[in-house]
């Protein structure tokens, strides 16, 4: 069984920051891709950021240049380092993986609410 689970979200102000963290438990294998996804009130889900297995990162155009994503494999975690937060940042953060047999899993999500 795989599980993730999502810390870190909060409530923060207009130019600050946070660190996401999301625990992985259960074997993922060693190809896997890792991402973050949001969903802002009313919205659909979005990718915010992708790491491959290779160590490619990808972001969103919103958020490049203030969010960076990175992975721990010591310790199964992945985190979203986000900087210069905007209210329209708001939303519930989820931690994706896709494996390398295209399963793809998902954790319950973090609140993160930027205010102005």
């Known amino acids: 069984q795989v599980h993730l689970v999502e810390s870190g979200g909060g409530l923060v102000q207009a130019g600050g920051s946070l660190r996401l963290s999301c625990a992985v438990s259960g074997n993922i294998g060693s190809r896997s891709a890792m991402g973050w996804y949001r969903q802002a009130p009313g919205k659909q889900r979005e990718l915010v950021a992708i790491?491959?297995?290779?160590?490619?990162?990808n972001y969103e155009d919103s958020v490049k240049g203030r969010f960076t994503i990175s992975r721990d494999y010591a310790e199964s975690t992945v985190y979203l380092q986000m900087n210069s937060l905007k209210p329209e940042d708001t939303g519930v953060y989820y931690c994706?993986?896709?494996?390398?047999?295209?399963?793809?899993?998902w954790g319950k999500g973090t609140l993160v609410t930027v205010s102005s």
């Open positions: 790491l491959s297995s290779g160590g490619t990162t």
């Open positions: 994706n993986v896709r494996n390398y047999y295209n399963i793809v899993y």
